[in-house]
DNA sequence: CTGTGTTTAACTGCGG
DNA sequence: CCGCAGTTAAACACAG
């Protein structure tokens, strides 16, 4: 678990005409247990939520847990994204103790400064014990979350790369900086996990590269409520099959091709085919 | 050519 | 220590 910091933007978001950088401007790093949200997250929707559900910081929630930041990002109505955001804004700090920061907060630059006359954020804000300026440090997400959270944002649960590429910019100032490092990675991670999945455009939607959504079976990945790492990678078991089946030189073989890893992968779909 | 997507590899860090 | 998740780099293929 990571220290338990508040990540603060200190300037004020002015010049974004996007309405959501009005939101909070402060993260939490905290990664408290989600048994706590649990409580507040009975319900785990149709998938969409579900992945993120108990792990995530915008888990689904309803709306008595929505603390008053997320009730102003929700309001905020311009964007299409508000609406994803006012079911998944919940907030780990909300649940924490650490004064209604938002630990996702609103599209639109964490370094909006905070105008709202919330009491929760303002408590956060009248709290220097916990608030520094984190401006640019690496947020405490992972890649995978990082795309989780973009695709669970957008009205039709699915992106582009770029679009990802852009959501986690506006969310991340720390992301603008080094962008070929990150956003290849983030390219990696796509191809890489079988929780995302690619979506051809459609011939009315022209245009370079796929859509990337979630696998419908990948919920509860961050189970456990550490939304820092998964408790559990999800596979997809037809990927799986044909990986094994490309990878697989011959029976019996157990090809190291891809290290540890493929061994382990191949362990475990032997015991699946023998179970 | 550039962006997108895939794959491999090496590495770090965490948890059992 | 070991296995796994995640990060980063890099090479490559392909499509717009």
Redesign the pocket.
Known sequence: ??PQKLYTESSMSTASSNAMSAMTSTYSMNTMPMSSMNTCSPQAPAFGSSIMNSGMPMTTMNGNCMPSVQMQYSAIASSPISNMNARMSSTMSSVNGYGGVSALPGRGDLSGGDISPNSALQRARADKTYRRSYTHA?PP?????LITMAIQNSPQKML???EI?QFIMDLFPFYRQ?Q??????I???????DCFV?VPRTPDK???????SLHPDSGN??ENG?Y??????FKDEKKEMQ?AS??SPSHGEIP?????????TM??ILINLII
């Open positions: 678990m990571l690496k997400y992972s890649y995978i979350s582009t790369l770029s590429y080094n070929q490092r990150w956003q290849n990675s390219r990696h991670s796509l191809s890489f996990n690619k022209p245009g370079k590269g796929s859509f990337w990945m961050f550490c820092l790492r998964r408790q559990k990678r990986r490309h990878k190291i091709v891809r290290g540890k890893r493929l061994r382990y362990v475990t």
